[in-house]
């Protein structure tokens, strides 16, 4: 008969608490190895700039910068994700380049709507504004909806009322305009519908040093799009999501596909339930649900890993770690803006 080899108690006690040890130091450096914190913004999905380096180009690559060095000023002493995001894309919202704020484009009836939308990782709370027509920075509207309401998503009139409340800036419709840069000749002509080539939506990610995760998105929807409709920038888990347990999300692009698929919640659900990396669960959704030409998203996972991925002709995207990552892309040139 085989006689089983007794391992003493003690040595039994010894491998355990080397075992435990050994596995406490391996995710000690896992977490070494991840960035303290991140971000990532967009400014569009859409056609790829002509010239790379025409004045144009190069001003918009700079305004991708401004805003994210100014995020990256608030994570690295230690500021909230949340205000990080909330920062960035006020400053996108100012700047005319972009679809959002001050550059949002025109309805089909030559009328400006805007819509944003944000998401704190931390406890999923969330807040929106959808169709509003005279708010300044929508995106600080949509954070006072998350934290002085009980609601998520408010819409136009409503909305405005409740800016007055908060002495949130508002502004006439036609300061929301065109800028010296517009391609557009005349400041009333309206551009294709739909185009997005044009300008882009405003997006932002960010992992804090406290490890909570924030997303925010705000955009002037489809040019020539019909009056009233809504897209994807202020619908939580279509066009923004964000949670600690998995990642954060922002999307542009054709709204309407991004609704459908909830395109946003999907990443998530995809490293939550399927336990896919960051950029596979982004991949999945741009690549496996939406189609070719539907447009971008960028995310962080709780580990602080950026994915930026776009089936458009380009997309404008900017991104920063902890760990010395800084990097400002738009027409696929890397910009010497370090
Ligand atoms: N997703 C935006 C919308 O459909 C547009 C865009 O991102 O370009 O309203």
Not at 78 to 102: C, M, Q, W
Not at 169 to 190: E, G, H
Request: net charge neutral; glycine share 12%.
């Amino acid at each position: 008969m085989k006689k089983i080899r007794q391992v003493p108690l003690g040595g039994a006690i010894f491998v355990a608490t080397m075992l435990f040890l050994l596995q406490g130091l391996v995710a000690g450096n896992e977490d070494q190895d991840s960035p303290k914190w991140a971000i990532v913004i967009h400014g569009g999905a859409g056609s790829t700039p002509k010239d790379s380096d025409s004045p144009r180009t190069r001003a918009k690559r700079a305004a991708l910068k401004q805003a994210l060095d100014a995020g990256v000023e608030l994570l690295e002493k230690g500021g909230s994700s949340l205000d990080a995001v909330e920062v960035v894309i006020r400053i996108l919202e100012d700047n005319p380049f972009f679809n959002a704020g001050k550059g949002a484009v025109k309805n089909a009836r030559g009328q400006h709507e805007l819509d944003a939308s944000i998401m704190d990782g931390k406890d999923l709370s969330c807040g929106a504004v959808a169709g509003v027509t005279t708010v300044k920075n929508p995106i600080s509207l949509a954070r006072k909806v998350m934290t002085e309401t009980r609601h998520v998503l408010l819409q136009g009139k409503g909305a405005e009322a409740f800016a007055d409340q908060q002495a949130v800036d508002r502004v006439d419709n036609q300061d929301f305009s065109v800028s010296q840069f517009d391609s557009r000749k005349s400041p009333n002509s309206l551009p294709p519908q739909g185009d997005r080539s044009y300008k882009g939506t405003v997006g932002c990610v960010a992992l804090d040093q406290q490890g909570h995760l924030a997303a925010g998105t705000s955009t002037g929807g489809l040019s020539g799009k019909k009056f009233g409709r809504v897209g994807d920038s202020p619908i939580i888990g279509a066009g923004t999501y964000a949670n600690d347990a998995t990642c954060g999300v922002s999307c542009t692009g054709t709204g309407e596909e991004y609704i459908r698929h909830a395109a946003a919640f999907t990443v998530s659900a995809l490293m939550e339930f399927k336990g896919l990396p960051v950029d596979r669960a982004v991949s999945h959704v741009m690549r496996q649900r939406l189609k070719p030409g539907d447009g971008g998203m960028i995310a962080i996972s709780k580990r602080g890993e950026i994915c930026a991925d776009y089936t458009t002709g380009g997309m404008a995207y900017a991104l920063a770690d902890s760990q010395g990552r800084s990097e400002v892309h738009w027409g696929d040139v890397e910009s010497g803006l370090k």
